[in-house]
């Protein structure tokens, strides 16, 4: 069987074989179909000659094997250091392989690369600056997925995941009117305790376009509303598209890049239409990335930026309460020790790691912040990072990554953790959930508004 | 033969060897892509050449980088090694001799001592690097015949210039090795992995212009790498 009825070399592209890919639990036919999955060769090597230059050619040839980017990879770390964890031994034996077999490789091979790339690196670029030659594996797994991806090699939930993006334009089924109904709920319930909020859909040329993530409507709408609570507080001139509001990407963790550009096009797009000063995106990493720092690659913008400023919201956050906009109450700052996860996906892929240490000189009590060690651009992946979180079949994996992101936390003593970025937070739920160590954690937005200085007005009537 | 080899070989020799390094060079650039890349190198340059100096010079400092601070050992070896293969041929005082009778120019010469020094420190520090590509199952997995040849390469004008500089045997003999093995070296160095002599910098320049420009460069944070 060339190509299977659910595994095929196909993108989903219909909401039909969406759903009939969904209805298969576990995707156990999906990778039974796998099993027998014919590799396009001649495809995947005319592939290869067409994007593999400069960069990642020079990179698989000049590697040194000297092996300093073993001890860089946290998976390498947590797995009792097995050489079969060391970076360039993971690259080397998987898309070296298929260069240097110009293609001509066979299904439990390919089955094997896809393990590799999506069980043994979170694309979470750390080695990449321990070693010498530059070599950045968080890099050269995302091509290798692309190149596994392209030929139906692609783990089940990331299937659906870009499939998601493609028929939805959403990583979960939020359609259009699913997210402005998701606004005008949250606008009303929000309004009775903040009076005057509101959560402007598709408004004009204001100062603030704001973007989130599609879990936000779909399990947490409560983030919804805390955003808009913050922006109202703040007095900012804000709205939300109608279109174009998601701004994560499974599909770059799938290596759907076709898809990429397509999903943050339409993003790029509300912001033509809307005219905003500028964008501003929610607590999440690798939507970030998927937006500001790749997305202007995928859709061919020379100048490699969005088509306005396009910010994270740590860096709202910061400029807010600089600013003075927001107004933390210093007796309700956090005063228990309290640590922070920098998230690869915007400290190490965006340099954003001091910003977030401003934020936390406004909210915590001075003396109470801990740091992990190491951080900023030299931390630890969650260990959930790259789509790991959500591929069922490597949960096991997954969890042994998790144990670093828990040691790290364990030595800071901290109880509580700060995470603004989805996944992180995510990996640090599932963290807990596995390893019970006892801690807490939280996105910004929630602990903020705990501790904001409300000016009088904008208190409910009746409260007085 | 021995004026074929330091004739018209030699000649030959740094035509094809640094010709083709200077090849290398330019089709890494012109293989640069923005799109595939990610990263635009054109429309911020400034940000660009700063982070690719940045990243070169972090990483030819001993203490530059992280990397190297955490792991003195390897570290120490690395330069050693690496200073010694590279100085050590440019500088020595019989080099320049014959740079001087074939072009009429030379390059200051090093104290004889401290040529002997640096050759010994080259090869030295070359066994143990390979000693620890057999010792530690994290370069072990990595190391292929092709590593260990290219070591041999590398390592083998110099044990025959010191053999040929001690007199140890037949001295013609030795030194006719070293200067075919010299050849051979200069030869190798663009069409293997050698030519990282010029790839590190390129490489090295590419990865630093990414994180000038787009991984957070132009958000005024420097990466400490
Ligand atoms: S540190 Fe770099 S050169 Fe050394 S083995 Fe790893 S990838 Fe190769
Ligand atoms: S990118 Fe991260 S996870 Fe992947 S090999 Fe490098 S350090 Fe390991
Ligand atoms: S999930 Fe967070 S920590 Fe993990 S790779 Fe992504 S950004 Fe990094």
Same mark, same amino acid.
């Given at each position: ?25 576990? $995707? ?59 970076? !360039? ?215 490699? +930026?969005?088509?306005? /400023?396009?910010?994270? #919201? ?70 959930? $990072? ?29 109880? +509580? ?41 904008? +208190? /409910?009537?009746?409260?007085? | ?45 400034? #940000? ?9 010079? !972090? ?12 792991? /003195? ?153």
């Amino acid at each position: 069987m060339p190509e299977g009825i659910l595994c095929n070399k196909t993108p989903i592209k219909t909401d039909e074989q969406l759903k009939l890919t969904l209805s298969d639990s576990r $995707g156990t036919k999906y990778y039974a179909e796998m099993l027998e999955l014919e590799v396009d060769s001649d495809a995947l090597w005319a592939l290869v000659q067409k994007t593999l230059k400069s960069r990642t050619k020079t990179w698989l040839e000049i590697c040194a094997h000297c092996g300093l980017c073993a001890e860089s990879c946290f998976l390498y770390q947590v797995n009792g250091r097995t050489p079969k964890q060391v970076p !360039s031994y993971k690259i080397q034996s998987t898309l070296g392989q298929i260069v240097k077999k110009k293609g001509k490789v066979t299904n439990e091979f390919m089955r094997h690369c896809m393990d590799v790339a999506w069980s043994q690196c979170t694309c979470c670029n750390r080695c990449g600056m321990y070693c010498p030659h530059g070599i950045d594996m968080g890099v050269m797994f995302s091509y290798l997925r692309g190149l596994l991806y392209s030929q139906g090699f692609v783990p089940w939930e990331l299937k659906i995941g870009s499939g998601m993006h493609r028929v939805y334009r959403a990583q979960m089924d939020v359609t259009t009117e699913d997210w402005v109904e998701t606004c005008e709920w949250m606008a009303e319930e929000t309004e009775e305790e903040w009076p005057g909020l509101e959560i402007p859909v598709d408004k004009q040329d204001a100062d603030i376009m704001y973007t989130c993530n599609a879990r936000e409507p779909k399990h947490y709408p409560e983030d919804v509303a805390e955003a808009a609570i913050l922006f109202h507080v703040a007095g900012e001139n804000w709205t939300v598209p109608s279109e174009g509001w998601e701004q994560t990407s499974l599909s770059m963790f799938a290596g759907d890049w076709e898809c990429c550009k397509d999903n943050v096009q339409n993003v790029y797009d509300a912001i033509e239409r809307l005219n905003p000063k500028r964008a501003i995106g929610t607590e999440c990493g690798h939507a970030h990335r998927a937006t500001v720092i790749e997305g202007p690659y995928w859709t061919g913008r020379p100048d490699g +930026l969005p088509p306005r /400023p396009y910010i994270h #919201y740590v860096e709202w956050l910061a400029e807010a309460l600089r600013t003075g906009k927001l107004k933390i109450d210093p007796a309700k700052r956090i005063k228990e020790p309290v640590t922070l996860q920098d998230s690869c996906n915007y400290v190490r892929n965006q340099g954003l790691k001091d910003i977030t240490r401003e934020i936390i000189s406004y909210i915590v009590e001075p003396g109470f912040f801990v740091e992990m060690s190491p951080n900023k651009e030299h931390n630890y992946c969650c260990g959930g $990072g790259g789509g790991f979180n959500g591929i069922g079949m490597y949960r096991e994996q997954r969890n042994v990554a998790l144990r670093k992101k828990m040691d790290q936390i364990l030595d800071t003593g901290c109880k +509580l953790v700060i995470a603004p970025c989805h996944n992180c937070w995510d990996a640090i739920r599932d963290l807990e959930e596995e390893y019970e160590i006892g801690i807490r954690w939280s996105f910004l937005k929630p602990l903020v508004i705990g501790m904001l200085d409300v000016p009088e007005h904008m +208190l /409910p009537k009746d409260e007085e | 033969m021995y004026d074929f080899l330091t004739g018209p070989m030699l000649w030959l020799t740094f035509a094809v060897s640094f010709g083709g390094l200077l090849v290398r060079v330019v089709l890494y650039i012109k293989g640069l892509s923005q799109q595939l890349d990610r990263v635009a190198y054109r429309a911020h340059m400034s #940000y660009g050449l700063k982070g690719a100096f940045n990243s070169i010079i !972090s990483f030819l400092n001993p203490i530059g980088a992280r990397v190297w601070r955490i792991r /003195p050992g390897f570290t120490l070896m690395f330069f050693a090694f690496h200073i010694g293969v590279v100085i050590t041929p440019i500088f020595l005082i019989a080099h320049n001799v014959m740079l001087q009778e074939n072009l009429g120019f030379s390059l200051p010469a090093l104290p004889s001592g401290v040529a002997d020094f640096l050759t010994w420190m080259a090869v030295v520090a070359g066994l143990l690097l390979t000693l620890r590509r057999v010792a530690f199952p994290e370069v072990r997995i990595l190391t292929t015949g092709y590593d260990y040849l290219m070591m041999v390469i590398t390592l083998a004008p110099f044990v025959t210039g010191l053999i040929a500089r001690y007199a140890i045997g037949d001295y013609q003999f030795w030194l006719t090795a070293h200067i075919i093995t010299g050849e051979i070296w200069l030869l190798s160095l663009p069409f293997t992995k050698l030519s990282h002599v010029v790839l590190f910098f390129m490489s090295r320049a590419q990865i630093g212009m990414d994180y000038g420009i787009k991984r957070g460069g132009m958000k005024g944070s420097s990466l400490s790498w």
